[in-house]
């Protein structure tokens, strides 16, 4: 479990600040929306409608427990 945790943050460290598609979810888990981009990493944002089973570029910006990565959308502030 934990060789798995470092790979993800490797994985993911490797992608801070770059620009990625993401295909959001349509559930809302407890007020957050989660989804994959291109190369797979996990992101979550706070829920959003008019996100679900949209595809948007968004910035990879930091490692969120969970294994997440928060992201920005263009022109916008972090959300999760």
Do not use: W
Request: a negative charge; proline letters at 1%.
């Amino acid at each position: 479990f934990f060789s798995h945790l470092i790979y993800e943050a490797f994985h993911y460290e490797q992608h801070l600040n770059s620009i990625r598609t993401v295909l959001f979810e349509s559930e809302n888990d407890e007020g957050y929306m989660h989804g994959f981009t291109d190369n797979y990493i996990k992101v979550k944002t706070k829920y959003d409608p008019t996100l679900c089973n949209e595809i948007k570029e968004v910035v990879i910006e930091k490692l969120l427990l969970g294994g997440f990565a928060g992201i920005t959308f263009e022109n916008e502030e972090i959300k999760a």
